[in-house]
């Protein structure tokens, strides 16, 4: 990933998705917002217990920093399920200022209208943005380990191939930060009990290690499983950061115990 500040905002970059000029994209850091702690202080969460003024007012840093009007960006009710929402110009702005009008129940959103931003906020789960080069498709998508486990990603692509006619060989995909396998500890048994498909098909990475536990790597897991669905490897970039290990540049759920705030991850598409 590249690294870029603008307007004082520190935000990064996939660098396969920057070369592509018919979209925009960032991930956030936690730094240079004005929320208190312990949301300190570029939360973009409205559901975390942060002061709403100051959520709205660090959504505006980043929507200036982008060039983007707060009023173009959606966010979804993320729930840790599996349903895709494919996103028309009726929503536009939803969830942009507020929580109440957010897509509800939503973990993964589509769409192939212009200037709509979709965005995923995350603390330590895996948001994962899509870009179909030919039919002019991007997704935005949230997934932790449930999501993971239920395909999220990979059900969103099914649904790009579906609605819209993308091809494997034509998507960009970049993995953002997320806590990585060096501090995900699970329960290998109960993962492996509810999801055996997954393990037999090879679409689930779990490693153990010398001290007898477990830890779930879903960064391999969700570019396994995008893999097996014809996405190219060579189209798939992954930050490889660790939101815990790199809790003072990211939010990190586990890390902090569960009162933390959130970063975001958004894609657009340009106009023509």
């Known amino acids: ?17 920057m070369k592509q000029k018919e979209i925009c994209h960032f991930v956030t850091t936690r730094m ?3 929320s208190l702690n312990p949301y300190g202080s570029l939360n973009l969460g409205f559901h975390v217990g942060d002061d709403p003024q ?4 660090n959504r505006k840093q980043i929507a200036n920093s982008m060039g983007i009007p707060l009023s173009n960006f ?11 929402e494919i996103i028309s110009e009726n929503s536009r702005g939803c969830g942009s200022s507020d929580y109440e009008t957010a897509i509800v129940a ?33 997704g935005a998508v949230h997934a932790g380990w449930k999501g993971t486990v239920l395909r999220i990603s ?18 960009l995909v970049g993995i953002g930060p997320s806590i990585g396998p060096c501090c995900y500890q699970v329960d290998i048994a109960t993962i492996v009990k509810n999801n055996n498909d997954l393990k037999e098909k090879g679409e689930i990475v779990l490693h153990e290690k010398h001290d007898g536990k477990g830890y779930f790597d879903l960064w391999a897991t969700n570019k ?24 003072s540049v990211f939010y990190s759920y586990r890390k902090e115990n569960g009162k ?3 970063f975001g991850v958004g894609i657009m598409l340009n106009n023509k």
């Open 1 to 17: 990933m590249i690294e870029t500040r603008t307007n004082s905002i520190t935000l990064c970059s996939f660098k396969n998705l």
């Open 32 to 34: 240079n917002g004005c």
């Open 54 to 57: 100051a959520v709205v007012e």
């Open 74 to 84: 959606i966010t979804s009710k993320q729930v840790h399920g599996d349903h895709i």
């Open 106 to 138: 939503t973990d993964a959103m589509i769409t192939s209208v212009q200037n709509i931003c979709l965005m995923v906020l995350v603390a330590d789960c895996v948001p994962v943005l899509f870009f179909d080069v030919r039919k002019k498709i991007i």
């Open 154 to 171: 990979q059900k969103t692509v099914m649904l790009m191939k579906d609605k819209f006619g993308s091809s494997g060989n034509d998507i």
């Open 224 to 247: 396994l499983q995008l893999i097996k669905l014809g996405i190219p490897e060579k189209n798939i970039e992954t930050a490889n950061i660790c939101t815990s290990c790199n809790n």
């Open 260 to 262: 933390t705030g959130r």
